[in-house]
């Protein structure tokens, strides 16, 4: 199990899909399940942080000049 998740709810799955893409575009978060209505109340997705290091990184970690 993830430490960190992050939910998502909306009245209907077109607002919960859009506000869970966005929400993964913000933080760096990648979905975990796509917008169900199982739950009862509204539709509801969640994702957790993505772990995966940039593309550019080349695995030295950051540093920092000046």
Do not use: H, I
């Not at 960190?4 to 575009?25: F, H, I, N, P, W």
């Not at 509801?44 to 940039?54: H, I, M, Q, S, Y």
């Amino acid at each position: 199990m993830d430490d960190v998740s992050y939910m998502v709810r909306g009245k209907t799955r077109a607002v919960c899909q859009r506000e869970l893409d966005r929400l993964c575009r913000l933080l760096g978060a990648r979905a975990t399940n796509a917008p169900s209505d199982s739950v009862g109340r509204g539709w509801v997705a969640r994702a957790v942080p993505d772990t995966k290091a940039p593309a550019e990184d080349d695995g030295r970690g950051s540093s920092v000049s000046g």
